[in-house]
């Protein structure tokens, strides 16, 4: 299995991409892995990550699970939205500096409509969080996001 940079699975560009690689996929799941560096768009003065982010975090290693799907196909990586997400929950206020999480989220349900829920669970040392984010990637995102012509 071949993995790519995280630069070309993601639909995110420079300081929005908060993942460092992915370090493997499959047909049901993905297995990300960063470390957290200060000096980020949502770092704290002290250079953690307030523990939210891990919703973001979770939300782009789903991005990067179909970013890995469409390239297996040859296809191009598209925009995907996150819904939201249900009982987040996290066992610290924030992510020191240094620390590296590995983010694992498996698929738990997809349609063909391009509805999806991904149960996720986010670790590093001491540090446990987890959530259940419902996404959509609409068949035509193109289509979907053109604005209606006015008359």
């Known amino acids: 299995m071949s993995l ?9 560009a420079g300081d929005m991409i908060l993942l460092d690689r992915v370090l493997s996929f499959g047909e049901e799941d993905v297995r990300t892995q960063l470390t957290v560096r200060p000096g980020g768009l949502f770092n704290r003065a002290d ?14 290693s789903i991005a990067a699970y179909a970013g890995c799907h469409a390239r297996q196909a040859g296809e191009s990586v ?30 738990s349900l997809q349609d063909d409509n391009g509805m999806g829920v991904f149960e996720c669970h986010l670790r590093g040392p001491d540090i446990h969080a987890e959530a259940r984010l419902n996404v959509f990637r609409p068949p035509q995102v193109a289509s979907y996001l053109e604005e209606p012509a006015h008359d």
């Open 78 to 107: 598209e925009l995907g939205f996150l819904l939201g997400t249900r009982s987040f929950q996290c066992n610290v206020e924030a992510f020191p500096a240094g620390t590296e999480l590995q983010i694992h989220a498996i698929r």
């Open 47 to 60: 250079g953690s990550l307030p523990a939210w982010v891990g919703v973001e975090l979770m939300a782009q």
């Open 4 to 12: 790519w940079p995280i630069a070309e699975l993601l639909p995110h």
